[in-house]
């Protein structure tokens, strides 16, 4: 478990450790591409990485991009863009990205084979196979408002839910949206880096533990805690808490957190 006083002061340590104990590993494939021949990207590796975010309470989200230094605008752009409320696919916002060439890439004609906002809200995920660029664009679909997605027994949930749930049991353990869907399993292409997030409330704060499978150290850690904390925000405003809950801790658990090969160059320079 990695802490510190602040997020500057992790991100410092998660760089130092990435110098100085990652190893090497070269995979398969990387978004559903094969990578076997690609030197460049060979990634260096810290396994299991678990870190414990204090956000001391702070609303002012000035605060979190100053030490965050994510993308901006961009990662408050696209952070609206997942709480819309309707599974839009592809947006507009990543194209905005610093590497939308790069993810331009990795689309299925001319939308992705998932995003944040289908994941945010499945109930009409895929109703309308034309891409669809704002909410209002969506929901302006008649079928697209008539699908509700079923589990094994249940139907769908997404980010409304959870906020209902937590309006009805605010110190509930439940309180978990899931990105990593079972149609993941094993199958090829892309699939979601983020596995989901656990809100809690205890003692008038509100913490959430933010699993990932993968997470690349220069080109979206920062981004990703930046707009979880948003997210835990929105959550908290969402639920009615403003005036009467804080932030408390962000922990985050990164099962593969890497480094390709050219950013390593620049990253061992920096510690040399």
């Not at 008649?142 to 249940?154: C, K, Q, T």
């Not at 990593?180 to 809100?199: N, S």
């Not at 997210?231 to 962000?250: E, P, Y």
């Amino acid at each position: 478990m990695i802490r510190g006083r602040n997020f500057a002061e992790i991100h410092e340590t998660v760089r130092r450790l990435m110098v100085l104990r990652g190893e090497e590993v070269h995979t398969e494939s990387w978004q559903g591409r094969d990578i076997t021949k690609r030197p460049d990207m060979v990634t260096t590796e810290l396994l299991n990485v678990t870190l414990e975010i204090p956000l001391l309470g702070v609303s002012d989200l000035q605060y979190f991009r100053d030490q965050v230094k994510p993308n901006l605008p961009w990662a408050d752009d696209h952070f609206e863009e997942r709480v819309c409320g309707q599974p839009i696919n592809p947006g507009i916002q990543w194209a905005n990205w610093p590497w939308g060439k790069s993810a331009a890439t990795h689309m299925t004609g001319t939308i992705f084979n998932h995003n944040y906002m289908e994941r945010y809200w499945p109930k009409n995920a895929g109703a309308w196979a034309l891409p669809t660029h704002t909410a209002d664009e969506y929901a302006g679909n008649a079928y697209a408002r008539e699908l509700r997605r079923n589990g094994i027994r249940e139907p769908y949930g997404d980010l409304n839910d959870l906020v209902a749930l937590l309006r009805r049991e605010p110190h509930t353990r439940q309180a978990y949206l899931p990105i990593y869907f079972p149609e993941d399993t094993g199958t090829p292409g892309r699939k979601p880096c983020t596995l989901g997030y656990q809100f809690i409330r205890r003692n008038d704060q509100l913490h959430c533990f933010y699993p990932m499978r993968s997470c690349d150290l220069i080109r979206h850690f920062q981004d990703d805690v930046y707009m979880t904390i948003r997210l835990m925000a929105w959550v908290a405003v969402q639920a009615g808490w403003r005036d009467t809950v804080s932030l408390g801790t962000l922990s985050m658990h990164m099962t593969s957190l890497h480094c390709f090969a050219n950013d390593m160059i620049s990253l061992r320079k920096q510690y040399a």
